[in-house]
């Protein structure tokens, strides 16, 4: 992908169906063996989680000052990728809404590889009010 | 590979896992991008959430429950017709014990065969609820 000067996320500005980042990238040995590794899982086939394809693609357009929490993430699992190929990743903003007056940011991001294999459908669901959340956690502070 | 006869309320194989600093930064170092945040910055952590510590990925728990619906599926199943979907409800931390567990709930017929739902949860060692959700695959 062509470098771009980033955006400052503003949530408000934020649209549904907004693309986000395309790109690219070679899945190694190396990298499938270091998530395997960090999960203790020999046989995990899915190392694209741990890129976080969603948040690179979100990270490639915007500066995002805010951070976020991880509400949840859903992931759709449709073929395993195979190290030595390329992976081809497109991303996009595939919701945004209010619950408890708090603000959720739904980033998606599709991965293909070179045979044109679909890989991976990987969602996360992020709430932009990240202090709110530590205050939950530690209520004293 | 799991047959269609699945039975409702039938137990996944549960699956511990051990979560340090080494592995939460292991799983962020395979990123392809290079970028501080609050699983492998302290202070980043503090001043975003409060904390004193980084927290775990959300995605640890998702590569977890994964793996207990893969080996009740097998991989050929769950690796092109599986799904994982969480809520993450408290922080994982270094230090915690994070076991995934799950029973059958319910199937229904789709195009491609019988979609089973599996609801699946992640408890820390102090029995604390840490994720939700359910899993799918079709047989």
Redesign the interface.
């Known amino acids: 992908m062509a470098e771009q000067p980033l955006k400052i996320l503003d949530y408000d500005k934020l649209e549904i169906g907004e693309e986000l980042g395309s790109y690219e ?1 070679v899945l190694t040995q190396e ?1 499938l063996d ?2 395997r ?5 020999p ?5 694209t ?4 394809h969603d948040g ?1 693609a979100l ?2 357009v915007y500066n995002d000052t805010t ?1 976020g ?12 990728p195979a190290p030595g190929k390329k992976i081809f990743v497109k991303g996009r903003i595939a919701d945004k809404y209010l619950r408890r007056d708090k603000p959720y940011l739904v980033i998606e991001a599709t991965a293909v590889d070179e045979d044109g294999n679909l890989l991976e459908r990987l969602k996360t ?1 992020q709430m932009k009010k ?2 709110e ?3 939950k ?2 209520p004293q ?1 | 590979m799991a047959s269609t006869s699945i039975e409702i309320g039938a137990e996944i194989p549960s699956v511990t ?2 979560v340090t600093t080494a ?1 939460i930064l ?8 290079d ?1 501080e ?2 699983h492998n910055n302290e202070e ?1 952590a503090k001043e ?4 004193t510590y980084t927290l775990a ?4 728990s ?3 429950a ?2 207990s619906m ?1 080996k009740f599926f097998g ?1 050929d199943v ?11 409800l ?2 994982v931390k270094n230090g915690d014990t994070v076991t995934v567990t799950g029973k059958v709930t319910s199937q229904r017929q789709v195009d491609q065969g019988t979609e089973i739902v599996v609801e699946l949860e992640c408890h820390n060692q102090k029995q604390d609820r840490t994720a939700a ?1 359910i899993g799918t695959a079709i047989v």
């Open positions: 990238y990298m270091n998530y590794q960090s999960i203790d899982d046989d995990a086939a899915f190392p989680l741990a890129v976080k690179t990270n490639m951070g929490v991880n509400a949840g993430n859903e992931v759709e699992f449709f073929n395993p669901y990240p202090d959340v530590g205050k956690w530690h502070a | 896992k051990s592995s292991q799983f962020e170092s395979c990123a392809i991008i970028r945040n609050i980043l975003r959430l409060g904390t990925s959300g995605r640890m998702i590569a977890f994964s793996e893969r991989s769950f690796h092109h017709t599986g799904s994982v979907n969480l809520k993450f408290r922080p959700g």
